[in-house]
């Protein structure tokens, strides 16, 4: 069973930047597609970024483009979303999840870590 825990959520002003952080405890972490989401008051979850086993190929939201930016380290079980620029919209709560099956299905996710924007 796959545990993900995030990390580095916070409070900060539009412009500002965070880093989140998300611990896998899984010995097969280099396997697994990991991805960040996010979910906002009233909203339902979105996908915000995806990252390859490798670290080869990223994808991210539209909205994000160019101001995040989603790393990982596979020998510490880690996975990064650095979040530049940040604006109101961006608040929510921010996930982290594991496709470990490469079908494009998160089935691993972790608690959630919250990240507020003021204007």
């Known amino acids: 069973q796959e545990q993900l825990v995030e990390s580095g959520g916070g409070s900060v002003q539009a412009g500002g930047s965070l880093r989140l952080s998300c611990a896998a405890s899984?010995?097969?972490?280099?396997?697994?597609?990991m991805g960040w989401f996010r979910q906002a008051p009233g909203k339902e979850r979105e996908f915000v970024a995806s990252?390859?086993?490798?670290?080869?190929?990223?994808n991210y939201a539209d909205s994000v483009k160019g101001r995040f930016t989603i790393s990982r380290d596979n020998p510490k079980n880690t996975v990064y979303l650095r979040m530049n620029s940040l604006k109101p919209e961006d608040t929510g709560v921010y996930y982290c999840?594991?496709?470990?099956?490469?079908?494009?299905?998160?089935?691993?996710w972790g608690q959630g870590t919250q990240v507020t924007v003021s204007s």
């Open positions: 899984g010995r097969t972490f280099s396997s697994y597609i």
């Open positions: 990252i390859s086993r490798r670290g080869y190929t990223t």
């Open positions: 999840a594991a496709d470990t099956s490469a079908t494009s299905i998160f089935d691993f």
